[in-house]
């Protein structure tokens, strides 16, 4: 690559303005049209077969966001995490009457208010993970207490809830 180059101009433009002159790179050719045919420069012979090359960056449309998260600054100072921010959540509609719009807008709203909120948009989309379900064991397990009581309906549920997000980590529910 060229050294470069600074013109006395620009060594004026930088006095007057404080600041250091920007590097003019000189334009090097990335391709030479022979007799033969194309012959590519120095880094560019690697390109994989097929590869299309432009005279200009192509314009490449704005992505969508995959999905939208936010999260909180807890600024109480009667909880443990006061002081800090909340992890990171997935924006959803709170009904099937709001759109993912309007629960946006609503965080921005919150924002706007002064209200520490933030709002990040992802471009890729989460890794999936395999849902991992229970062995007939780890149910029958949970069925009874330690002491050897039955668990009721609504111990059990929490259990199962319990064991479920432990085997898959917290980004379930």
């Known amino acids: 690559m060229s050294q470069p180059d600074y013109t006395p101009q620009d060594h004026w433009e930088a006095w007057a ?11 090097e050719p990335v391709a030479t049209k022979t007799e033969q045919g194309i ?3 120095v880094g560019w012979d690697d390109l ?3 590869t299309k090359l432009y005279q200009s960056p192509q314009i490449q449309e704005p992505q969508e ?13 009667y909880t443990v995490t006061s002081g800090q921010w909340s992890e990171w ?8 009457l709001q759109t993912l719009d309007d629960a946006l807008n609503e965080f921005r709203a919150y924002i706007t208010k002064g209200n520490r909120y933030e709002l990040r948009a992802l471009y890729t989309a ?7 379900g229970l062995t007939d064991e780890e149910i029958r397990a949970l069925l009874i207490l330690p002491g050897g009581r039955p668990r009721t ?17 917290r980004a379930w529910g």
Not at 65 to 77: A, H, L
Not at 126 to 132: L, S
Not at 155 to 168: G, T
């Open 153 to 169: 309906a609504i111990e059990l549920a929490y259990a199962v809830e319990a064991k479920l997000r432990e085997k898959n980590g």
């Open 48 to 50: 994989p077969t097929g």
């Open 126 to 132: 989460p890794q999936q993970r395999e849902w991992v």
């Open 65 to 77: 966001p995959v999905y939208w998260e936010w999260r909180w600054f807890d600024e109480s100072p």
């Open 39 to 41: 012959t590519l420069h």
């Open 17 to 27: 303005n404080k600041t250091a002159p920007q590097p003019q790179h000189k334009q």
């Open 89 to 96: 959540k997935r924006v959803q509609p709170r009904s099937a």
